[in-house]
C-alpha cells in the first residue's frame, strides 16, 4: 500500500501546482476619477466590488459556454470618459463614467451587469474577431436570460 501512496501524492502536488499556477488576474483603473461619473463609479461601485464582480463572472461564463480550459489572462477595467456603455477590445473592458453619471437607477446593479456582459465577450471565441455582431450579441444577450 505504501508503494502506491508516493506515486499517489506526487500526482496530487503535480496537478496542484499545474493548476495554481494558471490564474486570471484582474486589475481596475478609474481614468476618470475626477469627473462625477468616475467619482459616482468610486463611491457607487469600487475597484474591489469590480474585481469581485470580474471573478463571478470568470467563474460564471466558461461554464456556461462549456469551456474547459479558462488561460492564464490579466484583464483590465479602465473606467474613462467615452461615449456609449461600454465595450471590450481583447482583455480589457472600457466602462464609460459619462454612462455612470447619466444612469438613473442603481449604479451598482448596473455595473455588475454591464461587468458580466462584457466579461462574456473576453471569454466568448469570436472566429478569432470574423463572427457577425449580431451572432455575438444575441450569444450574450440568450445568456443574460439565463
Same mark, same amino acid.
Given at each position: 500500500?505504501?508503494?502506491?501512496?508516493?506515486?499517489?501524492?506526487?500526482?496530487?502536488?503535480?496537478?496542484?501546482?499545474?493548476?495554481?499556477?494558471?490564474? %486570471? &488576474?484582474?486589475?481596475?483603473?478609474?481614468?476618470?476619477?475626477?469627473?462625477?461619473?468616475?467619482?459616482?463609479? &468610486?463611491?457607487?461601485?469600487?475597484?474591489?466590488?469590480?474585481?469581485?464582480?470580474?471573478?463571478?463572472?470568470?467563474?460564471?461564463?466558461?461554464?456556461?459556454?462549456?469551456?474547459?480550459? %479558462?488561460?492564464?489572462?490579466?484583464?483590465?477595467?479602465?473606467?474613462?470618459?467615452?461615449?456609449?456603455?461600454?465595450?471590450?477590445?481583447?482583455? /480589457?473592458?472600457?466602462?464609460?463614467?459619462?454612462?455612470? &453619471?447619466?444612469?438613473?437607477? &442603481?449604479?451598482?446593479?448596473?455595473?455588475?451587469?454591464?461587468?458580466?456582459? /462584457?466579461?462574456?465577450?473576453?471569454?466568448?471565441?469570436?472566429?478569432?474577431?470574423?463572427?457577425?455582431?449580431?451572432?455575438? /450579441?444575441?450569444?450574450?444577450?440568450?445568456? /443574460?436570460?439565463?
Amino acid at each position: 500500500m505504501a508503494e502506491y501512496l508516493k506515486p499517489l501524492l506526487c500526482l496530487v502536488l503535480t496537478l496542484a501546482a499545474v493548476y495554481g499556477c494558471m490564474a %486570471v &488576474d484582474y486589475a481596475v483603473s478609474n481614468n476618470a476619477g475626477s469627473s462625477i461619473g468616475g467619482k459616482l463609479f &468610486d463611491k457607487q461601485v469600487g475597484a474591489d466590488y469590480a474585481m469581485q464582480t470580474l471573478g463571478s463572472a470568470t467563474d460564471f461564463t466558461p461554464r456556461l459556454f462549456q469551456q474547459n480550459n %479558462v488561460a492564464d489572462r490579466k484583464i483590465n477595467v479602465v473606467v474613462e470618459n467615452i461615449d456609449g456603455v461600454a465595450h471590450c477590445s481583447n482583455n /480589457e473592458i472600457h466602462t464609460s463614467a459619462t454612462y455612470v &453619471d447619466r444612469y438613473p437607477g &442603481d449604479v451598482k446593479k448596473e455595473i455588475t451587469g454591464i461587468l458580466h456582459h /462584457e466579461m462574456a465577450h473576453v471569454w466568448q471565441w469570436d472566429g478569432n474577431g470574423q463572427a457577425p455582431l449580431g451572432l455575438t /450579441e444575441g450569444r450574450l444577450v440568450s445568456a /443574460e436570460a439565463w
